[in-house]
């Protein structure tokens, strides 16, 4: 249980029911002392007091917040970048390291899907190695595994074909 999220989110139903602390706790069982606790996402108040707010609020389970709350809690900003080797904003950063390529980035909300502004492309912000997967940082490779972010296919074929 996320008691910072929970907390936000029974402040909320509280408030929309037009509710203060002091009603919820006559309505609960449950002081308001911890009730202000359990808003605040404080330690102290066992499960089953919570337990007993969320049911005075009339939600089910402490565990679940619905989507619709989650997405007013404001968002981690994470780097994301395009994946298309042959962006118009991607840049080949250094003479003879010509199939290096350091990809368009961007700033975004995470979670959310954005599209490259210079082609349109779906922006990706982890690691393309399956093995690695962390958050992609500006620059041509990831900082974790080395993985270059983009591989350059636009490039004469491999011999292998
Ligand atoms: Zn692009
Ligand atoms: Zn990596």
Redesign the pocket.
């Known amino acids: 249980m996320n008691k910072t999220l929970l907390g936000q989110y029974l402040r909320q139903l509280r408030l929309d029911k037009g509710l203060n602390q002091q009603q919820l706790a006559d309505l609960s069982g449950v002081s308001q002392p911890h009730i202000s606790k359990i808003e605040k996402g404080k330690e102290g108040p066992s499960d089953a007091a919570v337990l007993k707010v969320c049911q005075a609020l009339e939600h089910e389970d402490p565990n679940q917040l619905p989507e619709s709350f989650l997405r007013t809690i404001k968002p981690e900003r994470v780097w994301a970048y395009c994946p298309n080797a042959d962006c118009p904003g991607a840049k080949r950063p250094m003479v003879g390291q010509s199939d290096v390529i350091r990809p368009n980035f961007l700033e975004i909300d995470e979670g959310q899907t954005r599209w490259c502004g210079e082609c349109r492309e779906v922006l990706v912000c982890?690691?393309?190695?399956p093995?690695?997967?962390?958050p992609a940082m500006p620059g041509a490779?990831?900082?974790?595994?080395?993985?270059k972010y983009v591989e350059n296919t636009s490039k004469s074929p491999t011999p292998s074909d």
């Not at 093995?131 to 962390?134: I, M, N, Q, S």
């Not at 490779?141 to 993985?147: A, H, L, P, V």
Request: aromatic content about 6%.
């Open positions: 982890r690691c393309p190695n093995d690695c997967r962390a490779f990831c900082t974790m595994c080395g993985t």
